[in-house]
Every structure is written in structure tokens, then in C-alpha cells.
């Protein structure tokens, strides 16, 4: 009774990573694909390329931070949306349901959005700094790499438009988790923070001893479901900076080798990489924290 969903799952999901895993493994271009095959004369020479090749490491470098940095704002947003939330008042429900535009939006309507947004000619952050902030000149938030900054009289460049990218990514994806964080603290018995508040605790108090322990599971689960979303990440980045200005992440790297080289071996190779240190991260993270978020 289960061969029609295996025959599907054969069909739609363990034949193309075999078939991408052999093209990993094979001299294969765009104009000889069509007499490449499952066997094949195998080599490793696609991995020493991407490997050896300029970039790649500052592209996985570039994607960490990008996962790390936008997992983490995604998360943090979605959990002081969902306790600033979480007491009953008048328009509550339609507060909660325009939380979720940022995630329902269509990607490409979001990113021309927010493109035409920190336009350094007409955009409305522009002005507005240019009007009212008394910057000096407009920035490029999508095609600077680096923005010079004083702080403190120390000159430091920041990376403007990977910033951007992150923010982008921490506001698109930030009700995914105030969804899930809700969710989970609809489920807190009132009779421990009403307890606690005999007992004199504070906001802080209550929210570090009795509210953190009961969202400690789900924010694992978030943490591990948004980082590998974020690592795979390639259509924000692309529709927002075609991963210039130094934005280029794996992902568009790979889509880069594909389209614009027509390099499909060495494309299927950097996909397959990524999925490696993918896994391998997950692995890291499941041994070192796992065992704790069961005990949570």
C-alpha cells in the first residue's frame, strides 16, 4: 500500500541527488549534457576546482555570518513581537495578522519593495536621512560594499550591503518564528507567572526562570529549521544585490556556475560541498546543544 508514495518520493527526491551527486563527480558543460549519464568517467577534479577557485571561501564565509546573524535576528524579532503580544488588548488580532505580511508577500514583491525603498536617488530612507538625520550624501544600502562610519572618533567600514541583506532576511523571516513562539506561549499556565508575581519577581525575573525554560525546546527548533533555510538561501540575495558588494553567498555562487559558465559539474560539486558542511554544522550543533533541549 506504501509503493505509489515510494515510487513518488524515488521519483521526485532520491533519483536527482543521485543524478546531481554523478554530476558532481563529472566533466560535464552545459553543451555536452546531453550524453552524460549515471556511469560516467569520474573525478574529483570539480571539488579541487571549486576549492582552489578565487572566492569560494569568502562565499562560505559571506554565507555563515549571513545564516548565523539572520537566524538569530529572525528569532529575537519573533520573540519580543510574540511577548509584546502575548496580553490580550483591544485590535490584538489584526496586529498579529499584519505580522505575518513579511512572510506571505511574495519574495519578489518584498525585495523591489525594499530596492526602490534605500534607492540612493529617490528612496524614502534616503530622504529621510539626507532631510531629517542631515546626512551628508545618500548611500547606496544595496551596491556599496562598505560604508565608513566614525565611532567614537575610530573610523570603521561596515559591510552596508551585506547588513542590509541580513536585515532583509531578519524582517522576512521573523514571523515564521513569532508564529511558533506564540504558539508555545498560549501554552504557559498562567498560574506560574501570576505565582511570581505574588512573590514579587520582576518582568525580567519572570521571564528568565519561568517563561525562557518553557521556550527553550521551541527556539532549538527554530534555531536549527531557520538556520538551514537561511544557509540555502538564494533568491532574497539575488532579486536584492545579485550578490555583489560583497554579498555573494554559496547559493548564488552555484547559480552563477550554472548559468552564467554553464559549468554543471562544477555547480553540482559546490552544491554538493554545500551540502556537506551543511550537515556537518547541523551534526555540531545537534551534539553540543541536543542533549540539553531534551532536558528543556
Same mark, same amino acid.
Given at each position: 500500500?506504501?509503493?505509489?508514495?515510494? *515510487?513518488?518520493?524515488?521519483?521526485?527526491?532520491?533519483?536527482?541527488?543521485?543524478?546531481?551527486?554523478?554530476?558532481?563527480?563529472?566533466?560535464?558543460?552545459?553543451?555536452?549534457?546531453?550524453?552524460?549519464?549515471?556511469?560516467?568517467?569520474?573525478?574529483?577534479?570539480?571539488?579541487?576546482?571549486?576549492?582552489?577557485?578565487?572566492?569560494?571561501?569568502?562565499?562560505?564565509?559571506?554565507?555563515? *555570518?549571513?545564516?548565523?546573524?539572520?537566524?538569530?535576528?529572525? *528569532?529575537?524579532?519573533?520573540?519580543?513581537?510574540?511577548?509584546?503580544?502575548?496580553?490580550?488588548?483591544?485590535?490584538?488580532?489584526?496586529?498579529?495578522?499584519?505580522?505575518?505580511?513579511?512572510?506571505?508577500?511574495?519574495?519578489?514583491?518584498?525585495?523591489?519593495?525594499?530596492?526602490?525603498?534605500?534607492?540612493?536617488?529617490?528612496?524614502?530612507?534616503? #530622504?529621510?536621512?539626507?532631510?531629517?538625520?542631515?546626512?551628508?550624501?545618500?548611500?547606496?544600502?544595496?551596491?556599496?560594499?562598505?560604508?565608513?562610519?566614525?565611532?567614537?572618533?575610530?573610523?570603521?567600514?561596515?559591510?552596508?550591503?551585506?547588513?542590509?541583506?541580513?536585515?532583509?532576511?531578519? #524582517?522576512?523571516?521573523?514571523?515564521?518564528?513569532?508564529?511558533?513562539?506564540?504558539?508555545?506561549?498560549?501554552?504557559?499556565?498562567?498560574?506560574?507567572?501570576?505565582?511570581?508575581?505574588?512573590?514579587?519577581?520582576?518582568?525580567?525575573?519572570?521571564?528568565?526562570?519561568?517563561?525562557?525554560?518553557?521556550?527553550?525546546?521551541? *527556539?532549538?527548533?527554530?534555531?536549527?529549521?531557520?538556520?538551514?533555510?537561511?544557509?540555502?538561501?538564494?533568491?532574497?540575495?539575488?532579486?536584492?544585490?545579485?550578490?555583489?558588494?560583497?554579498?555573494?553567498?554559496?547559493?548564488?555562487?552555484?547559480?552563477?556556475?550554472?548559468?552564467?559558465?554553464?559549468?554543471?559539474?562544477?555547480?553540482?560539486?559546490?552544491?554538493?560541498?554545500?551540502?556537506?558542511?551543511?550537515?556537518?554544522?547541523?551534526?555540531?550543533?545537534?551534539?553540543?546543544?541536543?542533549?540539553?533541549?531534551?532536558?528543556?
Amino acid at each position: 500500500m506504501i509503493s505509489p508514495t515510494v *515510487i513518488i518520493v524515488v521519483a521526485a527526491v532520491v533519483l536527482p541527488i543521485i543524478w546531481a551527486i554523478a554530476l558532481a563527480f563529472q566533466r560535464v558543460r552545459l553543451i555536452n549534457i546531453r550524453g552524460t549519464g549515471f556511469i560516467g568517467e569520474y573525478t574529483l577534479a570539480n571539488f579541487a576546482n571549486v576549492l582552489t577557485s578565487p572566492g569560494f571561501l569568502g562565499a562560505l564565509f559571506t554565507t555563515l *555570518i549571513y545564516s548565523v546573524v539572520g537566524t538569530a535576528l529572525a *528569532i529575537g524579532i519573533g520573540l519580543i513581537a510574540a511577548l509584546a503580544l502575548r496580553k490580550p488588548f483591544p485590535g490584538r488580532g489584526l496586529i498579529r495578522a499584519s505580522l505575518l505580511l513579511p512572510y506571505v508577500a511574495p519574495v519578489v514583491a518584498a525585495t523591489f519593495v525594499w530596492s526602490t525603498m534605500l534607492n540612493p536617488q529617490f528612496g524614502v530612507v534616503n #530622504w529621510f536621512g539626507t532631510m531629517v538625520l542631515g546626512w551628508e550624501d545618500p548611500v547606496a544600502f544595496l551596491s556599496d560594499r562598505a560604508l565608513p562610519v566614525s565611532i567614537f572618533g575610530w573610523q570603521v567600514e561596515l559591510p552596508i550591503a551585506l547588513i542590509t541583506v541580513i536585515l532583509f532576511e531578519g #524582517w522576512r523571516s521573523f514571523p515564521f518564528a513569532f508564529l511558533f513562539l506564540t504558539a508555545r506561549l498560549q501554552a504557559v499556565p498562567e498560574v506560574l507567572d501570576e505565582a511570581a508575581r505574588i512573590d514579587g519577581a520582576t518582568p525580567s525575573q519572570r521571564f528568565r526562570h519561568i517563561l525562557l525554560p518553557q521556550l527553550l525546546p521551541t *527556539i532549538a527548533v527554530l534555531t536549527v529549521l531557520r538556520f538551514i533555510w537561511t544557509f540555502n538561501n538564494f533568491d532574497d540575495i539575488y532579486l536584492l544585490t545579485g550578490g555583489g558588494a560583497g554579498t555573494e553567498v554559496v547559493s548564488v555562487r552555484v547559480f552563477d556556475y550554472l548559468t552564467a559558465r554553464g559549468d554543471i559539474g562544477a555547480a553540482a560539486a559546490q552544491a554538493l560541498l554545500l551540502a556537506v558542511i551543511l550537515a556537518m554544522l547541523v551534526g555540531v550543533y545537534l551534539k553540543l546543544f541536543g542533549r540539553e533541549e531534551e532536558q528543556a
